[in-house]
């Protein structure tokens, strides 16, 4: 029971917001889903511009009002369609969504990746962002609204927030490498804005949760190489995910279970080989069941899959140990490369989608590698509680890096009980986005379900 009312969080969350909107009106009169978008199609030529170049801008069509916070806070909203690279070496464009509060700082920059989680493109944060979107009843509740709160107390320190769409064009989730270019890329292009946003000389941070931190996470190990000219001060990565195969494992048959389709399912959207290895490996007669990750975002793959045995599909049970799966789950595990800039992990010892050992085996990796690394292991959390109660602490830290101060040097790991009644807490995150964090994290209602 515990489970499912954490589950059913999102959906009673969200309900106050939508309720003079059913879901039919909502997708008439709400914006044009991004597939159906002249906006998100790059110009023709676009290859030959340099990774970050912007190729579109406008205003949202929509007002950026997903949960009501932005509309009182957000001075100006712009979307750019800019240049990235896939997974394979491709120019590819995706979105980004810049939001600039009151009184912004044009020089203090967050990066903030939300955890889609999903192998549909319509899920695109730059749609789901924007009122009458942010659910649709084809398609369900596209964002989780958790990060819509943390996003929103950033905005109330001032800080100009731009949040891509990193999983490109084509929703490839579990393929980290896109996530990382197309995060890196969002910065240059959030340079190149300057002329629109006002954005000047800016020292950039970056924060995600679980999906978010995988793609916060490659764009810090990508960076020396992908964009070596960009001067990051830090990341916080929440929630980490470094590795698929665990997961899978953790996941099946409870309340994630809907990861693993949507997960495989990003994966063919970017790789020709692990869409062959469903078409030969997914029942044929499970095959539709299969595909509907191709069209729900997080929350609807999430109730969907609801306590499915994923090998139910499979004619193979092997299927996610052949070589090819293996080697490109591989691929898009963390690890392979030490960050540069300093980064801050948060990880819940009781995760239940990604095991912590995972995670303390890969902030070893980039110790012994000599990356600056503060972990922090907490006790009293699973994995969507602590993508709220983990998150004052993680302001509290990227405040430290976008005003420059000095870091410990090295790595430092302390395993704690949690930080949210810190009365720091407090002075990170706002009194109004504490107090809805308590609400939901006290029974019967979980946070938002944050993959
Ligand atoms: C911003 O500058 C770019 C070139 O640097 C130019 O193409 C674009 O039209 C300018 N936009 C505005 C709104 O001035
Ligand atoms: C950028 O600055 C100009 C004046 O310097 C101001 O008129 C404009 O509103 C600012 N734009 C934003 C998005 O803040
Ligand atoms: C398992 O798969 C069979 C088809 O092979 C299907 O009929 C059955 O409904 C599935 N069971 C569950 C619990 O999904
Ligand atoms: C984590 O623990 C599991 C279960 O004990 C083990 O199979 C796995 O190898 C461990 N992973 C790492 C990275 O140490």
Same mark, same amino acid.
């Given at each position: 029971?515990?489970?499912?009312?954490?589950?059913?969080?999102?959906?009673?969350?969200?309900?106050?917001?939508?309720?003079?909107?059913?879901?039919?009106?909502?997708?008439?009169?709400?914006?044009?889903?991004?597939?159906?978008?002249?906006?998100?199609?790059?110009?023709?030529?676009?290859?030959?511009?340099?990774?970050?170049?912007?190729?579109?801008?406008?205003?949202?069509?929509?007002?950026?009002?997903?949960?009501?916070?932005?509309?009182?806070?957000?001075?100006?909203?712009?979307?750019?369609?800019?240049?990235?690279?896939?997974?394979?070496?491709?120019?590819?464009?995706?979105?980004?969504?810049?939001?600039?509060?009151?009184?912004?700082?044009?020089?203090?920059?967050?990066?903030?990746?939300?955890?889609?989680?999903?192998?549909?493109?319509?899920?695109?944060?730059?749609?789901?962002?924007?009122?009458?979107?942010?659910?649709?009843?084809?398609?369900?509740?596209?964002?989780?609204?958790?990060?819509?709160?943390?996003?929103?107390?950033?905005?109330?320190?001032?800080?100009?927030?731009?949040?891509?769409?990193?999983?490109?064009?084509?929703?490839?989730?579990?393929?980290?490498?896109?996530?990382?270019?197309?995060?890196?890329?969002?910065?240059?292009?959030?340079?190149?804005?300057?002329?629109?946003?006002?954005?000047?000389?800016?020292?950039?941070?970056?924060?995600?949760?679980?999906?978010?931190?995988?793609?916060?996470?490659?764009?810090?190990?990508?960076?020396?190489?992908?964009?070596?000219?960009?001067?990051?001060?830090?990341?916080?990565?929440?929630?980490?995910?470094?590795?698929?195969?665990?997961?899978?494992?953790?996941?099946?048959?409870?309340?994630?279970?809907?990861?693993?389709?949507?997960?495989?399912?990003?994966?063919?959207?970017?790789?020709?080989?692990?869409?062959?290895?469903?078409?030969?490996?997914?029942?044929?007669?499970?095959? &539709?069941?299969?595909?509907?990750? *191709? $069209?729900? =975002?997080?929350? #609807?793959?999430? +109730?969907? @899959?609801?306590?499915?045995?994923?090998?139910?599909?499979?004619?193979?049970?092997?299927?996610?140990?052949?070589?090819?799966?293996?080697?490109?789950?591989?691929?898009?595990?963390?690890?392979?490369?030490?960050?540069?800039?300093?980064?801050?992990?948060?990880?819940?010892?009781?995760?239940?989608?990604?095991?912590?050992? &995972?995670?303390?085996?890969?902030? *070893? $990796?980039? =110790?012994?590698? #000599?990356?600056? +690394?503060? @972990?922090?292991?907490?006790?009293?959390?699973?994995?969507?509680?602590?993508?709220?109660?983990?998150?004052?602490?993680?302001?509290?830290?990227?405040?430290?890096?976008?005003?420059?101060?000095?870091?410990?040097?090295?790595?430092?790991?302390?395993?704690?009980?949690?930080?949210?009644?810190?009365?720091?807490?407090?002075?990170?995150?706002?009194?109004?986005?504490?107090?809805?964090?308590?609400?939901?994290?006290?029974?019967?209602?979980?946070?938002?379900?944050?993959?």
């Amino acid at each position: 029971m515990a489970k499912l009312s954490i589950l059913l969080a999102p959906l009673f969350a969200i309900l106050p917001f939508v309720a003079s909107a059913p879901a039919q009106s909502a997708k008439s009169s709400g914006p044009v889903l991004p597939l159906d978008d002249p906006f998100y199609k790059p110009p023709e030529g676009f290859e030959s511009l340099p990774p970050g170049s912007i190729l579109r801008h406008r205003l949202p069509p929509k007002p950026i009002a997903a949960l009501g916070f932005a509309k009182a806070n957000v001075e100006a909203a712009h979307q750019f369609l800019y240049r990235t690279t896939d997974t394979h070496g491709n120019a590819i464009a995706t979105v980004s969504t810049i939001l600039i509060p009151h009184n912004a700082d044009y020089s203090k920059v967050l990066s903030y990746q939300v955890a889609e989680d999903s192998a549909a493109p319509n899920c695109a944060p730059s749609y789901a962002f924007q009122l009458e979107a942010a659910y649709d009843g084809a398609i369900g509740m596209v964002m989780p609204q958790l990060e819509l709160l943390l996003i929103g107390a950033a905005l109330d320190k001032g800080w100009v927030v731009t949040v891509p769409d990193h999983l490109g064009p084509k929703a490839a989730f579990l393929a980290s490498k896109v996530s990382g270019q197309a995060v890196l890329d969002n910065l240059r292009a959030a340079i190149h804005s300057s002329n629109i946003t006002n954005i000047t000389n800016p020292t950039f941070t970056m924060w995600g949760y679980s999906g978010g931190s995988m793609a916060s996470g490659f764009a810090a190990e990508l960076q020396p190489t992908y964009a070596p000219e960009l001067n990051i001060a830090g990341a916080a990565l929440g929630g980490t995910v470094p590795s698929i195969p665990p997961v899978l494992q953790k996941v099946n048959k409870g309340l994630y279970v809907g990861l693993i389709p949507a997960g495989v399912q990003g994966l063919a959207n970017e790789y020709p080989e692990i869409q062959q290895l469903i078409n030969e490996n997914i029942k044929p007669e499970m095959m &539709d069941d299969f595909k509907k990750t *191709q $069209t729900m =975002c997080l929350a #609807g793959d999430i +109730v969907h @899959y609801l306590g499915r045995d994923i090998y139910n599909y499979t004619s193979n049970p092997d299927i996610f140990t052949t070589p090819t799966a293996k080697r490109i789950m591989d691929e898009n595990a963390m690890g392979h490369n030490i960050p540069k800039i300093p980064l801050f992990v948060y990880k819940s010892v009781g995760d239940d989608v990604s095991p912590v050992n &995972d995670t303390d085996a890969v902030v *070893q $990796t980039y =110790c012994k590698g #000599g990356a600056n +690394v503060e @972990y922090r292991r907490d006790q009293l959390s699973n994995h969507a509680v602590l993508a709220g109660t983990g998150a004052p602490d993680a302001m509290i830290w990227l405040n430290n890096r976008m005003h420059n101060r000095p870091i410990e040097p090295g790595c430092h790991t302390s395993t704690s009980l949690t930080s949210l009644l810190d009365p720091h807490a407090i002075w990170a995150l706002g009194t109004e986005v504490i107090s809805v964090l308590k609400s939901l994290l006290s029974a019967p209602l979980g946070p938002g379900v944050v993959g």
